[in-house]
Structure formats: structure tokens, C-alpha cells
């Protein structure tokens, strides 16, 4: 990156930093704060991702990070487009992803005189990222890039944000012999917690395992269904992390989230060893914390997560594991079964029984596009290695029951629950897996929160294929209205557009669907079309939300 002096601008050293961290593209807006930064990126081996806004280039950033694990960064301008970002860094800071956004700022002389688009980004970040900073000279850009880069994907991973004065930007600094990446902290279980490990799973009689957060690799994922199999335990994923226990195995339970399998939720109850691994069994995967008492779970606890902070925080827990899920996971693969072989064999049948009940095909009202139907073809017709991206809705339910996640890195959905997110996600995971199948997932109200960033898949050539199910209303917000006020549904419904012809006018394939007899060839012609797609898959709402067995998983799923 030497401009052929012994000095080089901020905004180069910044570009050189991400290289040597390995960043293989960003996710920006393009702003006059900070030109550049995108003059430096034009000569640099990284590519470049426009987005038409900039929550959709801060969802796209977080998506490729939670399937890589590496951070994502975006990059935005002044307040407007730090506002428009924060929807993304709140996702990472839920969702534990490790995300850097870099937000061009005010001249630095301008501070404190109220200048266009100025903003206290410390004040208005600092409740809920792990690191706010503002770099105020070149020859600390370096030293603050890599800490951001350390500090995004230490302990729970989450979102950092750097500030980038202006002028700043254009100052310089002495080049760098040597950029070295930073380096993301591994936190091993201690000899002693495993023994222990061992000898409480050797007493116990009703054992269950429900994987979660974040700090987890392909490698990692194997090694625990390893462990698995020789306890043969049977194995829950949290809400929506399911891309972490093969659906295919026969230990896997079913997921804990939204809509839960009402025999899962009664085997959590009932089991007398939890082990939790990198998660944090928040408010949906507890069932608005009904699953386990607070703070003394009645069953037999073993939290294990790569934050000590998070150890005891709701969850007192009989045993506390201070690691990442992939230290742990390698460690618990040397552990041994009792001598005389595990007592509950039955108990672990069982659960694959529920799960595979739970996630068959069930009746739904005549005459409606039938979702196991549809989803029966993705599973014929799709490789184990597609990836499934969501925002949120009454759809998704849909996915987390039918769909058979088969391995790591397939799945990309806000477990924050943030609308919009599907979309963008699809075209981040497209762009970071260009080689395998990428399925978006979403509603009419969903999809028209990001729907602009159709236009970025289809300038980018990122082949999403998109579901898109219109039933017209908002579905989630209607069905609490019916539970908290009957018969009054006020403001919930959605007079939609003709979305395949949207994705018609930007170039794309596009159909719509009004039976489950016309989606499997419209899914088919999408596949062939080999560039971004669109299905509108219309539902009749009166058919499909208040009288289905989605209702019943809704009704379930809020009473418990």
C-alpha cells in the first residue's frame, strides 16, 4: 500500500489493516465523509459491496460474519448513516456476531459547534456495542484497527464502532514495516470442569444438550456430535442456531425457539442434566423464561459460554464452564461414558420420536398453499450445504419446523427478531458462498423493510432466490391483537404491491404462486434462471393464520 514515500495516509493504513485481518470485501453506503477510505478500497484486493441503504449494508456485513465467523464490516457516513446501521449492530450485539462498522465523521475542528450531520457516537453506541472509539490521528489508526478487530470477536462477540474524522483521513503517517492481524482469544475449559462434567452426565438419568451462541467452526461442530454420539445424548439447538447439530442425526431433538415442539419443551422440563453450550437461553428459547427457574434451575445445570460475564448472569448453574463453544466441544470429545454404558438410551429415542412427529408433514386447511408441501420440495430438490436466511415473521416458523439444517454455516436468521434482515442476509451469504444455493426466506411486511437492496443482488449478481409469502397483514402482530384484544385487528393490514413484477423491472426471474401445485416448477425455473429470483407466494389469510396449526404453534408457544 506504499504510495513510494516512507508515508502513507490514514485512510491507506486503514485499507492495509483490513487486509492483513483478512477481509475479503465490505458493505458500504458511499459518503462524502469519507472518500478516502473508498479511494484507497478502489486500489485494494477488497471488494467493494454498495448497498442502496444502510441497514441492509450493516445486515449484509452481519450475515457473512455469523456464517464465517470472521468479522463483517460496514462502512457509513455522519449520523444519518450510523442511524440507518444501528438496526445491524443492534442484530450482532444480540445475535453475539462480530461486526466493525466504520462511520466517517465531522472535521475535527468543527466538534462541539452542533456541524451538518454531527453526532457524540460514544453516547449514542455505547450502551449496547462492546467498543466505541473515535481514531483522532494516522499514526494510531493501525493500533485502533486490530483492537477492534480483538475486540469484535473476543469473548462474546458483538458489534465495535470506529470513528473516522474526515480530515483525518487524508493525514499521514509513518508506513508500517509489518500490519500483523489481530488475533481472537481462545478460552479453554479447565481439566477439573470436564472431570466434573464427566462424573455429573455419569449420574445422571435424563440428560439433554441445547447448543447455542456464536464462537463456533465446521470443526467444532463435528467434534460435539462425536461426543454426542458416544453419550448418546440427545441434542437440542437454540433459537435458530440450528445449523449447529446435523438435523439428519438421530440425537438431534428439535429446536427451542418460537414455536417449539410442545414434547421438547416438556422433555426440558423434565430432564435432570442441562447442558448448555454457547448460548444464553434467552427470552426465546427459554419460552419468556419459563423453561428454567431463575435463578436456581430445578435440573441439574452445566452452562458453558465464552463470556465469564454471562456465567450466573440469569442462570445460576451447578456447574460453570468458562469457553467457546469450539474449545469445549474439542475437550468434551475426550471425555468417556459410564463403564457400564448410559441409562438413558430410551430416554434420548424418545426425543428423535417428538422431533421427527413434530417435523413431518401435517394437514392444513384445504384449498391454501400448503407449507409442508413446499418446503418437502426444497428438501428434494436443494443440497444439505444451501444456505436458509430469514428476517421475522409468522413464515420463519415455518422453516425452523420443516427444513433439515445438515451442517454449519447454512443459516442466517436475526436471532434478535429484527424485520428486514432476510433479504440483505441472503445477498451477504451469496457473495461470501457465491458457489452454493442461497434461499431468502420472508413476508410482504418483511421483505418491503429492505426491499431496495433487490436491486444490490442484482448488480452484484448475487443469485438469492426469494420466497416471498403475502398474506397481506401483519401475521405476528394480528395474532397478539386476537389474543389480548378479540375481534380487533387494527392496523395490521397491508395493501402490497405486485411484487414479481418489482423483480421483474430490476432484471430478475420472478412467478407467482397461488397453489402448492404451481411452486415446485416456479422453484425449479427460479433455480435455472441462474440469477436472482423471486417466488410471490400468495396466502389467504383467513386460511392460513387464525384457524392452521401455525396458530396452535403460536398459542403454544406464548403460553408457555
Partial sequence: MADGTNET?????????????????????????????????SDSPIASVPARQESGAAFMAEAAAKLTGKPGVCMVTRAPGAMNAAAGLHVAEHDSTPLILFVGQIERSFRERGAFQEMDFRKVFGSFCKWVAEIDTADRMVEMVNRAFAVATSGRPGPVVLVLPEDMLTETAPEPVEIRPALAVETHPGAAQMWELQKRLWKAERPLAILGGSRWSEKAV??????????????????????????ADPHYAGDVGLGVNPALAERIRAADLILMVGGRFA??????????????????????????????????ADLAIHATGAAFAASAEGLEPPPAGVAWGE???????????????????????????????????LPPETIMTTGAGNFSIWLHRFWRFRQWATQASPVSGSMGYGLPAGIGAKLTFPERPVVVLTGDGDFQMTSQEFATAAQAGAAVIVLLFDNGIWGTIRMHQE???????????????????????????????????????????????????LLHILIDPEAI????????????????
Fill in 9 to 41: 495516509s490514514a485512510a491507506r493504513l486503514l485499507v492495509a489493516t483490513l487486509e492483513a485481518n483478512g477481509v475479503e470485501r465490505v458493505f458500504l453506503v458511499p459518503g462524502e465523509s469519507y472518500l478516502a477510505v473508498i479511494d484507497a478500497l
Fill in 222 to 247: 463435528r467434534q460435539f456430535a462425536r461426543f454426542a454420539e458416544k453419550f448418546d445424548l440427545p441434542v437440542a439447538c437454540s433459537f435458530r442456531r440450528q445449523m449447529l447439530f446435523d438435523h
Fill in 283 to 316: 427470552e426465546a428459547p427459554s419460552q419468556s423464561y419459563a423453561l428454567l427457574d431463575i435463578p436456581f434451575p430445578a435440573q441439574s445445570l452445566v452452562h458453558v459460554h465464552a463470556d465469564a460475564e454471562e456465567l450466573g448472569r440469569v442462570y445460576r
Fill in 347 to 381: 430416554w434420548r429415542a424418545a426425543a428423535r420420536t417428538d422431533y421427527l412427529a413434530w417435523s413431518e408433514e401435517i394437514a392444513e386447511n384445504p384449498g391454501a398453499v400448503q407449507m409442508a408441501a413446499i418446503y418437502a420440495h426444497l428438501r428434494k430438490v
Fill in 483 to 533: 389474543r389480548e384484544f378479540p375481534g380487533r385487528v387494527h392496523a395490521t393490514k397491508l395493501v402490497n404491491p405486485d411484487f414479481a413484477a418489482v423483480a421483474r423491472a430490476h432484471g430478475a426471474f420472478a412467478a407467482t404462486v397461488r397453489t402448492s401445485e404451481e411452486f415446485a416448477p416456479a422453484f425449479d425455473a427460479a433455480m435455472a434462471s441462474g440469477g436472482p429470483a
Fill in 545 to 560: 393464520t387464525p384457524r392452521t396449526t401455525l396458530a396452535k404453534i403460536r398459542e403454544a408457544a406464548l403460553k408457555a
